[in-house]
């Protein structure tokens, strides 16, 4: 990168489509033959450069369900935290550019449980401390985690109904036999 527009990496990075996230990697990597995310890190430091980089690349889920018990913890942090002290990373950066989608949607919903208020909207407050360009993101990150984990139910059950259509077509010749 040629200068460093902080805004216009957000605008790009941050509020792309995870399929577009992947376009520009490519893109920008055959175009100036290095790396977005090695672009990133050399123009961007701290927070701001930990969520681009959980745009870059989402942290891939260990399992293919959530830890229920760790989104618990995960959610009371977040709940417990206030303003971070400037030598510390502030733990609502922490949790969202470290979960899977699936840990974080559920980090979400225990969040909501507990709070009453949906993660997404506490983000959005400025008693966190959080640079306003970090604050968007993270919302941005809780929205994209909540995208994904739907397009994956949906994958699931797409694959599942395919199932259950070919085990009643196996049936139905079975019984014909």
């Not at 430091?45 to 989104?71: I, K, N, V, W, Y």
């Not at 699936?102 to 009453?116: K, S, T």
Request: charged share 25%; aromatic share 4%.
């Amino acid at each position: 990168m040629c200068g460093t527009d902080e805004d216009a990496i957000i605008e790009i990075v941050g509020f792309a489509s995870p399929a577009h996230a992947a376009a520009l990697r490519y893109e920008y990597a055959m175009r100036y033959g290095h790396t977005l995310a090695t672009a990133i890190a050399d123009e961007t430091r701290g927070e701001l450069e930990q969520l681009l980089q959980a745009f870059l690349h989402p942290p891939p889920s260990a399992l293919a369900t959530a830890d229920a018990r760790l989104a618990e913890a995960q959610a009371a942090a977040l709940r417990a935290s206030g303003p971070s002290p400037p030598d510390q990373a502030d733990p609502h950066v922490t949790v969202l550019s470290r979960c899977s989608h699936l840990q974080l949607v559920a980090v979400a919903d225990a969040f909501e449980r507990a709070q009453g208020v949906p993660l997404f909207e506490a983000l959005r407050s400025p008693q966190l401390g959080l640079a306003e360009n970090v604050r968007k993101l993270c919302v941005t990150r809780v929205r994209w985690a909540r995208d994904a984990a739907e397009r994956q139910r949906q994958a699931a059950m797409a694959k599942e109904a395919t199932a259950v259509k070919e085990a009643a077509k196996e049936a139905a010749k079975e019984a014909a036999a």
